[in-house]
């Protein structure tokens, strides 16, 4: 079993100094549901990359008819979500949060020089890294339309629309580190292996992948009984659009909702990366995985 987040790591690592999750827990008790202001984020970065930091304006809110594609569970959470300071707040928030854990594992967040974001939508939390200078950015999503509105309004990102199953149009080893929240969540199970294998793929020798899945919250806010029986039996459960329980965004989009078991997660997961960490309610709500791509062939 992988073990909780902060203590060790499937690295081995002894144990793991506390200053970067106790750091996160305090965000989590000192905001909630808030996000911290930016500039407690822009003096994080400046602590982590010195004189790479150059404030950078954060853009332009989505429309709302990109937003409400973005893992919204209910439709009233549009009209909270689109008010600037959660937008801006919930994408920095994030941002902050991946660049975080993935340190916590092993990272040098220091030494990075290329990010990617698989499932950008509209750039919430991407745009949150033009902060820093000489890091090569780049987004990529199966929706057109927010890959266009992200080209006119977020430059100096590189931004790259994909279809629903691989390939992606980069280079093998071209990412030092590459996150997806809320998109294996949606990615059906079938295709799942060969996402993975992608993304493998295009992340270089000895980097990190972040990537947040369901877990418990969900299973319980969202799951009927029957649901999650099926769920506990089988390890896995897919709603289509049209199911009732299916999130907003899923109605939206015509979609998938994707649940699957701890087990289950550990096993896809696991299968080519080394697991370093199995975090429950991470971001958003979702769970988070960090996954660490060998320097030798698997």
Known sequence: MIPPYGITSALGYRYKKYKKYLYLRYLKRRFGPLAPPEWWYLRYLKRRFGDRIKSQDAGTVAPPELIK????????????????ENYFGSGRRDAWTVLIMVEEYGADAKAMRSILEFGCGSARVLR?????????????????????WDRQNLPG??????????????????????????????IPLAWQRAWLDELRRVLRPGGYLLCTVHGEYFFNSQLNNEDRLKLQHEGNLTLDAKSSRASYSTQVLGSWDVFQSPDEIRKAFGKNFELLCYEREAVGGQDALVLHKSVSPV
């Open 69 to 84: 594609t973005e893992a919204l569970m209910h439709a009233d959470e549009l009209n909270g979500r689109e008010k600037p």
């Open 128 to 148: 949150h890294f033009r902060h820093i200078e000489g890091l090569r950015l780049a987004g990529t999503d199966a929706n057109p339309t927010a890959i266009e």
């Open 157 to 186: 990102i590189e931004f790259s629309h994909n279809g629903l199953q691989p390939p992606l149009s980069y280079k093998d080893g071209s990412f030092d580190f590459i996150y997806a929240l809320s998109v294996f969540t949606h």
